[in-house]
C-alpha cells in the first residue's frame, strides 16, 4: 500500500499561489519539489523518501562535529538520489553527470529564482 502525500489538507506543504514556500534555499525549495513530484507521479512512496532522508541526516549528525551546521539542501537532494538509483530511476553516474552540468551552467533569464521569470518579455 502506497501511503498518499497530504496536498490539501493541515499536513500539506505550505504554498502562496500554488507554489511551495519555505523560508529556505531555493535549492531545497526545488529539491522538495522534486520529491513532492517524482512521488506523485508513482517514482516512489514518500514513506521510502523519508527513511531515505532520516537515513541521511542520522549519518551526518553521526560524522559531523558538535558546532557544524547542517547543509539541509545537500542531505534532501542526497536521500532523492538515493531512492531514485534504490529504484533503478537512474543511475549514480547519471546523476553525478547532471549536477556537473548543473553546476556548469551560467546564470540566465528564467535561472534565478523561478523558471521563465527575471526577464522582461
Known sequence: ???????????????????????????????FGMA????GAGAFAWPRFQAALIARI???RAAAAPEEPCD?????????????VERSAVSAGEV????GALARRR????????????HAH
Open 36 to 39: 513532492v513530484g517524482l512521488c
Open 58 to 60: 542520522a549519518a551526518w
Open 107 to 118: 546564470p540566465g533569464p528564467g535561472r534565478r529564482g523561478r523558471p521563465g521569470r527575471g
Open 96 to 99: 553525478a553527470e547532471r549536477a
Open 72 to 84: 539541509c539542501d545537500r542531505l534532501w537532494l542526497a536521500a532523492l538520489e538515493d531512492v531514485l
Open 1 to 31: 500500500m502506497r501511503a498518499q502525500l497530504d496536498v490539501d489538507g493541515p499536513a500539506a506543504p505550505p504554498r502562496s499561489d500554488g507554489e511551495l514556500v519555505f523560508a529556505v534555499p531555493a535549492v531545497l525549495r526545488r529539491a
